[in-house]
């Protein structure tokens, strides 16, 4: 059954966007009475029906309704430092959700190659994968904040911050709690500094490995992703 993205769904009878109606009637070529499923990118899961197939304002009647659908039990946040090949980010966004987050903090820190994120083509990539996975909550994506800004302000109990640096560390599958809300910071490919660690550490925050392996900032925040879903199942 074919999936659509609607956010802040309040009423019975919705429309889509231009995109989604343009997909719905022109490329799937869906007509009136055909069932389709929706997500609101909050928890709502929904089944509907259309009621007009206009390719510009395509309209639907919800006939179901499911809320806090595949609610879990743990926040994860994710802050990571926006790699120079941007694409390279953009995988990590989509797989990220994909197998399960629930907000991520673009970093800007000492070291970083790219001080600059196009935040809504980002935001795509984010309803894409949702879409794509099945999912009903749709990643929060932060405005792009400086790891000072973000240690300081940020008040989770469970913190962690990967670092490469040869000093004593646990590894991240160790330390996690299972239900608990999370954040781990990974750094850009110059990793941290040894004064961001310092400041890190001050406020809280514990030094974490990833493996043994020297990770690119993008896989490492998949691994970081995945060992805490992994400790959450």
């Known amino acids: 059954m074919q999936l659509f993205y609607v956010p802040n769904i309040s009423v019975s009878e919705i429309v889509l966007d231009e995109t989604e109606s343009k997909h719905a009637v022109r490329v799937l070529r869906l007509q009136n009475g055909h069932p389709v499923e929706i ?20 309209r639907l009647k919800i006939v179901e309704s499911q809320k806090e659908f595949g609610k879990k039990d743990f926040h994860l946040h994710i802050a990571i ?24 903090t673009p970093l800007l820190t000492s ?15 984010l309803v ?7 999912k009903a909550y749709l990643p929060k994506l932060n405005s792009l904040t400086t790891l000072k800004e973000l240690i300081i302000n940020n008040k989770t109990e469970n913190k962690y911050i990967a670092y490469c640096d040869e000093i ?15 954040l781990i910071l ?28 020297r990770l690119r900032t993008e896989t490492a925040g998949i691994v970081a992703c ?6 959450n199942e």
């Open 39 to 58: 997500i609101d990118g909050a928890g709502g899961f929904y089944k509907a029906q259309i009621t007009d197939a206009n390719p510009k304002k395509c």
């Open 226 to 231: 995945h060992i805490v879903n992994l400790a």
């Open 168 to 182: 004593q560390k646990t590894h991240l599958k160790d330390l996690v709690i299972s239900g608990k809300n999370t």
């Open 128 to 134: 894409s994968a949702m879409k794509q996975s099945l």
């Open 186 to 213: 990974i750094g850009p490919e110059g990793d941290f500094s040894a004064e961001e660690v310092k400041l890190a550490i001050g406020k809280g925050f514990s030094v974490v490995s990833l493996g043994n392996s």
């Open 81 to 104: 430092a926006p790699t120079k090949n941007i694409e390279r980010f953009e995988w990590f966004l989509e797989k990220a959700t994909e197998i399960g987050i629930d907000e991520i």
């Open 111 to 125: 070291h970083s190659e790219r001080k600059v994120v196009n935040h809504e083509r980002l935001e795509k990539i």
